[in-house]
Nanobody
Framework: QVQLVESGGALVQAGGSLRLSCAAS????????MGWFRQAPGKGREFVAS????????YYADTVKGRFTISRDNAKNTVALQMTSLKPEDTARYYC????????????????????WGQGTQVTVSS
């Protein structure tokens, strides 16, 4: 079993920056890929970004590309999401996830391909 704990959520003004962190209790063959998803009130959970532990390969949703950066620290088993140029539409609860989806875009964005989830951290962007 792998536990994921997110931190770093906050209230921030539009145009500001925020850094989220996800601490994983362990890395296993079933957690080759780490992802960030988000869920706004009344909406479904959507993919934000993913990263591969070993290679560091990354993939982003078009809505955050160029503004968000996902990174990992293999020694600490942590994954970070650096968010810049935040917009009110980025307001959501952000979840960290771990799994082993094939490195194919259509599968990386699929919630069902991730086996472990954190409790989430709230990000609110005011206009």
């Amino acid at each position: 079993q792998v536990q994921l704990v997110e931190s770093g959520g906050a209230l921030v003004q539009a145009g500001g920056s925020l850094r989220l962190s996800c601490a994983a209790s362990a890395r296993t063959e079933r957690t080759d890929v780490m992802g960030w998803f988000r869920q706004a009130p009344g909406k479904g959970r959507e993919f934000v970004a993913s990263i591969r532990w070993n290679s560091g390969s990354t993939y982003y949703a078009d809505t955050v590309k160029g503004r968000f950066t996902i990174s990992r620290d293999n020694a600490k088993n942590t994954v970070a999401l650096q968010m810049t140029s935040l917009k009110p539409e980025d307001t959501a609860r952000y979840y960290c996830a771990a799994g082993r989806p094939p490195w194919v875009s259509q599968l990386l964005v699929s919630i069902s391909k991730y086996d472990y989830w954190g409790q989430g951290t709230q990000v609110t962007v005011s206009s």
